[in-house]
């Protein structure tokens, strides 16, 4: 499948995934050093920052309370379009997602 990370200097990075891989594995894996994933994906750090692009949204999983308490310490604002790309688990239903990258992270 196919996600879109967008820089915080406007740069778009077109990125393969597999089904069932997070975006922030993703963008390690890709060397998106923006998204740094401190806690390996295990909801403690939110160095995983993202904003869901429009219409992106709707295709992703409900969050979980852990994830909700999580944002709430993020470096830069949380928005209604936060999500944490630990959480954001590539599927057929997310083909094609853009997530605009955080900025800060810490
Ligand atoms: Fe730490 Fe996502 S990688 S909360």
């Known amino acids: ?6 820089c915080a200097d406007g740069a ?3 990125v393969d995934v597999a089904i069932g891989t997070n975006l922030m594995r993703a963008a390690c894996d890709h060397g998106i050093d923006e998204i740094i994933g401190d806690c390996g994906g295990a909801l403690s750090c939110a ?3 993202v904003f869901v692009e429009d219409g992106y949204a ?3 999983s409900s969050m979980a309370p852990s994830e909700d308490q999580m944002l709430d ?5 949380r928005q209604a379009n936060s999500r944490l790309a630990c959480q954001i688990v590539m599927s057929a239903a997310t083909e094609g997602i853009v997530v605009r990258i955080a900025n800060p992270q810490v």
């Open 1 to 6: 499948t196919k996600a879109t990370f967008i």
């Open 12 to 14: 778009r990075r077109d």
């Open 47 to 49: 160095t995983c920052h």
């Open 58 to 60: 709707d295709h992703l």
């Open 73 to 77: 310490y993020t470096a830069a604002a």
